[in-house]
């Protein structure tokens, strides 16, 4: 879909097709190194492909280093005070290094123009992993927290909206309180996130009856964004519904269309599945009885 809105709004002439920069990007596309973005793309909607999968790298990051985390924090060889402080020095870190990159990044040129160090060092785990870390407490006290998340989503958004509007109209941006503040905003977000699937648990089922768009909507919506950028209908609100709208019915085809069938694959085994594809051939190799 990305090349198809590229080749479409004329970002993919064919002098660009066959530099090496094309097919290195189309590596990274098709690998895990999503966040590389050639300058031929920096003009093209909001200036990146699509915006929403350089957090398959962070992720993929977290998948790896979650298995260590257990193995030495949460292991039971080491005592459970000295894990607990270990576990906020490396949450302290990572809060600190985010806070760092937001500043690197988001200076004078913007992220085009900060130092390659830190925009590569922004794609590696550290910088985000207090993020996770946030999930990890609350998935390790669900059952003492659950009383304050089940039905509790429109205390936590609105305590969010009011900090957000703090850090937007009041506190002074990139600096120390502002910094100070934020780590409870994004904290009271990601409740608010969490409270959100333990509140009016049935509406989920009325609305979508089993229908997974979560992961349709997360890797089209900023195809649609950069679609509505190119074309400029980006010049009111009147945009936000139909962008939602719009990346929600690419999400209903995604489901409908490529996850639930690749889903459905689970069940079938790989020799089951050469099975099924050369049925004499394996059953010539069988051993006599």
Not at 6 to 18: D, E, K, N, S, Y
Not at 88 to 103: D, E, I, K, Q
Not at 125 to 133: E, Q
Request: aromatic share 14%; charged share 10%; proline share 5%.
């Amino acid at each position: 879909v990305t090349l198809v809105l590229l080749g479409l709004f004329g970002f993919l002439p064919l002098q660009f097709l066959t530099s090496p920069t094309f097919g290195a990007w189309l590596a990274g596309q098709v690998s895990f190194l999503h966040f590389f973005n050639p300058d031929q793309f920096r003009q093209f909607g909001i200036g990146v492909a699509n915006g929403a999968l350089w957090t398959i790298t962070v992720e993929l990051q977290f998948y790896i280093f979650i298995p260590l985390l257990y193995a030495t924090i949460y292991s039971g060889r080491i005592r459970k005070n000295i894990g607990g402080c270990l576990f906020a020095l490396l949450f302290l870190t990572s809060y600190v290094a985010y806070c760092v990159m937001n500043v690197k990044l988001n200076g004078p040129g913007g992220f085009t123009g900060a130092p390659f160090a830190f925009k590569l060092l922004f794609n590696t785990l550290l910088p985000h992993l207090w993020m996770f870390m946030v999930g990890i407490v609350i998935h390790r006290n669900f059952d003492r927290l659950r009383g304050w998340l089940e039905g509790k989503f429109l205390i936590y958004i609105t305590a969010y909206f009011a900090m957000a509007a703090l850090l937007e109209w009041v506190i002074p941006n990139a600096t120390i309180p502002f910094y100070v503040l934020l780590l409870p905003a994004r904290i009271l977000l990601g409740l608010a996130t969490i409270s959100a699937a333990y509140s009016a648990k049935s509406l989920s089922g009325t609305l979508l009856r089993g229908t997974d768009i979560s992961y349709g909507v997360y890797i089209y919506h900023s195809l649609v964004i950069n679609v509505f950028a190119e074309n400029g209908w980006l010049k009111s609100l009147g945009a936000v519904p139909l962008i939602c709208g719009a990346s929600v019915l690419f999400a209903l085809l995604s489901w409908h269309l490529i996850e639930k069938p690749a889903l459905a694959c689970k069940s079938i085994s790989p020799r089951l599945l050469l099975g099924k594809i050369m049925p004499r051939k394996i059953k010539s190799q069988a051993p006599d009885v």
